[in-house]
């Protein structure tokens, strides 16, 4: 695609990178068939490639209004496209320099400016979370139902292991997921520390900088990235093998932090060192569960119908698609094939609160697929995914690491 960016956009460093990728795109629409957003909405503008055009006029000079805003407000930045493309582009970055360049040039009306500051403010503090969190909770009985279906309940959680092991690797505690799902990263230090590795995690690690950088508030979201380096770099130089993720959302941006803080002096190296430590849990348990089943074979198989919701973030953002699958088939769960398993679910970090009509959408169409095969739960890998399907069926949404630990 050719450009004629603006000089100043042509000198900085964000214009130059969305330059490249503009010039990678050709525009063939292929993109269009895997867009949710395309696909609700029938707009050319509504799907990437039309968002192409819109940030290329930005960056160009043309005229802009609210509308070019709310259009790429709409995008769940599902990554879809990019697994599509045959060209390479690198949509999700082109929409991040389009999205913060629109944030200085158009006002956002006063309640869209207020919800995405609150939500700053709550969501990656893990400790204020918790406590509105647990409000809900305790007045959910006496809410309406569709909002006590968005409350998630209580979880008892089991006991974690405390015995040191030689072998360590670094857990992301996560935001929501501690408060909301505290079992998943419970079971998660159980089946290690069964396969010979500890789970090691640090209270000063907190959000890992999504949401701030979704929200456009690049950076915040820097701040919060330099913090988790500086806490995890101890046990990094102590041998720490692996930085284990088990909400795929995070893993997406922790595996970012290289690119994030290249221009960085005094962390671009360790946050490259960083991001190659990273690893989605799937991807850390698959070699050490196979090693364990070899010499240990499991004497009693489960005999569920498991239905697997693979997040946006694990088959687009990380291509991990058919690895937690293989591990639930491997342990002996029966996975049914699962009709337009790449569309996302419509949670999609902040989206869901964002952009309710479309997630809400988006979530029935995904629910329908899931539960065809009258499954006897519903497993994912992204805490996100997991409280918006929950919320929409009486079924029990699991993370499939807690299906993991109940067969070991």
């Not at 569920?304 to 693979?310: M, R």
Request: positive net charge.
């Amino acid at each position: 695609m050719q450009t004629q960016l603006l000089p100043e956009y042509q000198r900085s460093a964000a214009g130059q990178e969305a330059e490249s990728i503009l010039r990678a795109c050709v525009h063939c629409g292929f993109c269009t068939a895997t867009c949710p957003t395309y696909q609700l909405l029938g707009d050319e503008l509504d799907g990437p490639r039309g968002r192409i055009y819109q940030i290329k006029q930005v960056l160009e000079g043309a005229a802009i209004n609210r509308a070019t805003q709310e259009h790429l407000d709409r995008c769940l930045t599902c990554r879809a496209c990019e697994t599509t493309c045959p060209s390479g582009v690198r949509y999700s970055r082109l929409l991040e320099i389009g999205r913060e360049l629109l944030e200085t040039k158009i006002a956002r009306p006063l309640h869209e400016r207020v919800q995405r500051r609150v939500l700053r403010l709550i969501l990656p503090h893990p400790k204020r979370f918790a406590v509105l969190l647990r409000i809900g909770q305790t007045l959910r009985p006496l809410l309406p139902g569709a909002l006590q279906r968005k409350i998630p309940l209580r979880q008892h959680t089991q006991t974690p292991p405390r015995e040191s092991l030689a072998r360590r690797m670094l857990l992301l505690e996560g935001c929501a997921q501690s408060s909301a799902a505290p079992q998943t990263n419970v079971a998660a230090r159980r089946v290690f520390a069964k396969l010979g590795v500890q789970l090691v995690s640090s209270a000063e690690a907190g959000c890992c900088g999504a949401v701030s950088q979704h929200l456009s508030a690049s950076e915040e979201a820097k701040s919060q990235i330099r913090r988790n380096i500086d806490t995890w770099w101890p046990e990094i130089e102590n041998g720490a093998e692996a930085i284990v993720i088990t909400a795929s959302g995070c893993g997406v941006q922790v595996k970012d932090y290289g690119h994030i803080l290249k221009d960085d002096a005094t962390y671009a190296e360790k946050a490259k060192r960083v991001a190659a430590l990273a690893k989605d849990i799937s991807e850390a348990l698959e070699p050490l569960l196979e090693a364990h089943l070899i010499q240990h074979p499991l004497k009693k198989k489960p005999h569920k119908t498991i239905a697997f919701h693979c997040p946006c973030t694990l088959q687009h953002g990380q291509q991990l698609s058919g690895v937690v699958e293989r591990i639930l088939e491997r342990i002996g769960y029966a996975l049914p094939t699962i009709t337009d398993s790449h569309l996302c679910c419509g949670s999609a970090g902040t989206y869901s609160l964002l952009q309710p009509e479309l997630s809400q959408q988006l979530l029935k169409n995904k629910l329908k697929h899931l539960e065809a095969d009258d499954p006897d739960e519903i497993v994912t890998a992204n805490i996100g995914c997991q409280l918006h399907l929950a919320s929409g069926t009486e079924r029990p949404v699991k993370h499939w690491i807690e299906l993991i630990e109940a067969a070991l």
